[in-house]
T-cell receptor, first 113, second 111 residues
Framework: GAGVSQSPRYKVTKRGQDVALRCDPISGHVSLYWYRQALGQGPEFLTY????????KSGLPNDRFSAERPEGSISTLTIQRTEQRDSAMYRC???????????FGQGTRLTVV | KQEVTQIPAALSVPEGENLVLNCSFT??????LQWFRQDPGKGLTSLLLIQSSQREQTSGRLNASLDKSSGRSTLYIAASQPGDSATYLC??????????FGTGTRLKVLA
């Protein structure tokens, strides 16, 4: 596709369940980022990849959160044993080499009940 | 640690006014700065990217400036329209190439 695609767009899950959020970046983009955004706040960095290598995961809140990008394209953000505080908009972005623009997907709205 | 602040947090103006949104950052060692627009229920739309070596970028009615030494960027919107109503976010790229966002300015342009 032409843009960054995230799925699902909306996810409602029960507390304690695991969820997997998917990001399909723009074709050929080297870097892929995951962000979390609470209502009324700016996006908060979680992790990012160059190709398949996870370059920085300093923003992952705890070890329930993990991300992978095994073939350097599609990425999955997994949250294990979800808690209500995990409810947020999760956003993915991709960009090309060096100092080029980052493009964001529509996001996945996660609600933990 | 890089911190990004946007002022004002919210702004309401009549249609046709020129306006300025401000973004400040604490660490001047940045690679670039990008302005985004966010509409309710939608993703972030890239507006302008300013490289660290540049002073400004223009796109249509938008002009963004960058002063690295003072840690500031401004987004100028000329002849505002109701369709410009949205939240505007700035993000700086520094350190390990991650984007650090401000909390945004919520703009409302009244018809």
């Amino acid at each position: 596709g032409a843009g960054v695609s995230q799925s699902p767009r909306y996810k409602v899950t029960k507390r304690g369940q695991d969820v997997a959020l998917r990001c399909d970046p723009i074709s050929g983009h080297v870097s892929l980022y995951w962000y979390r955004q609470a209502l009324g706040q700016g996006p908060e960095f979680l992790t990012y990849f160059n190709y398949e290598a996870q370059q920085d995961k300093s923003g992952l809140p705890n070890d329930r959160f993990s991300a992978e990008r095994p073939e350097g394209s599609i990425s999955t953000l997994t949250i294990q044993r979800t808690e209500q505080r995990d409810s947020a908009m999760y956003r993915c972005a991709s960009k090309g080499l060096m100092n080029t623009e980052a493009f964001f997907g529509q996001g996945t709205r996660l609600t933990v009940v | 640690k890089q911190e990004v602040t946007q002022i004002p947090a919210a702004l309401s103006v009549p249609e046709g006014e020129n306006l300025v949104l401000n973004c400040s950052f604490t660490d001047s060692a940045i690679y670039n700065l990008q302005w985004f627009r966010q509409d309710p229920g939608k993703g972030l739309t890239s507006l302008l990217l300013i490289q660290s070596s540049q002073r400004e970028q223009t796109s249509g009615r938008l002009n963004a400036s960058l002063d690295k030494s003072s840690g500031r960027s401004t987004l100028y919107i000329a002849a505002s329209q109701p369709g410009d109503s949205a939240t505007y976010l700035c993000a700086v790229v520094s350190g390990t190439y991650k984007y650090i966002f401000g909390t945004g300015t919520r703009l409302k342009v009244l018809a």
